[in-house]
């Protein structure tokens, strides 16, 4: 869906620029008082560095993590499944980064994630999925819900394909994964009543990716090109919000290791 592919990072370069703006004066405005959401200050550790939200520091600890089947790769690979890769749209892509995951429910979530963004194969670096898979972990010990995440990222999809007809022609392959990622974060504040901060996202996701103060503005960019509207219509948000379910449910992909000699076991 490409035509020539930009070198660098456009949009990064893009939201810089809009970040010295605002230290000058001349933009105003920042994710907080953007977002009509309230969000809540980051715990502290005893040195007074960041720290997960409560709720994730519990999540290992909690019966309720997340409608996940394990909390680990470690768990879930070692429950004698396999992963029919060829059956996964993004599956050849993924592969590699299996252990990466949070647990197998995440490939194909983000397999079906990648399809709603409308990208194609090419379009997804190695290092997109590896930041996704973070991120989706990440949402999994802020003791989100499978529920709320196929949520979250039916919001984010819709934003994405927004975003890309805008300034699809300046990002570059490589920055999909960090523009996918800030607009699940957007879609993580308009969803839940209790968010995590962006800077508790940054130290987490971003960090070597930006500064605090360029991820603001890339933020503020995302928001302005949404015109400030994170509802996404309820026909489009229920199609894929129901996409993303049956996704995580693995439904009909799933297989048993002496089911199929095309499997591959994630233990391999």
């Avoid at 809540?40 to 993590?65: K, Y």
């Avoid at 996202?201 to 509207?229: D, G, S």
């Avoid at 996704?247 to 799933?254: D, F, H, K």
Wanted: net charge negative; hydrophobic share 40%; aromatic share 8%.
């Amino acid at each position: 869906r490409r035509g020539t592919r930009v070198a660098g990072s456009p949009f990064k370069e893009m939201a810089a620029a809009s970040a010295t703006a605002m230290t000058s004066g001349t933009v105003g405005g920042s994710v907080e008082n953007a977002l009509s959401k309230t969000i809540p200050s980051p715990a502290t550790t005893t040195d007074c560095s960041e720290a997960l939200p409560q709720n994730a520091s519990r999540a290992l600890q909690s019966s309720q993590v997340s409608s996940c089947s394990d909390v680990s790769s470690d768990n879930w690979r070692c429950q004698g499944q396999s992963i029919f890769w060829d059956n996964i749209r993004f599956g050849r892509e993924m592969q590699p980064y299996w252990a990466s995951a949070h647990c197998a429910e995440d490939l194909y979530l983000l397999s079906s994630f990648l399809e709603l963004s409308e990208l194609a194969e090419e379009d997804v670096t190695g290092d997109s999925i590896k930041l996704l898979l973070r991120v989706f972990r990440f949402l999994h010990l802020c003791d989100y819900s499978m529920e709320d995440i196929c949520s979250i990222l039916a919001h984010a999809s819709n934003y994405f394909r927004d975003v890309f007809k805008v300034c699809g022609d300046q990002m570059s392959s490589s920055e999909v994964g960090n523009v996918l990622a800030t607009l699940i974060f957007l879609a993580h504040c308009y969803v839940q009543d209790e968010t995590c901060p962006l800077h508790v996202w940054h130290k987490h996701i971003f960090r070597k990716y930006c500064a605090l103060q360029t991820l603001n503005a890339a933020v503020m960019r995302l928001l302005e090109i949404r015109r400030h509207r994170l509802r996404v219509e309820p026909k489009n948000l229920d199609q894929g919000f129901n996409l993303l379910v049956q996704a995580a449910e693995r439904r009909g992909i799933m297989v048993n290791h002496e089911d199929s000699d095309h499997a591959t076991s994630c233990r391999c």
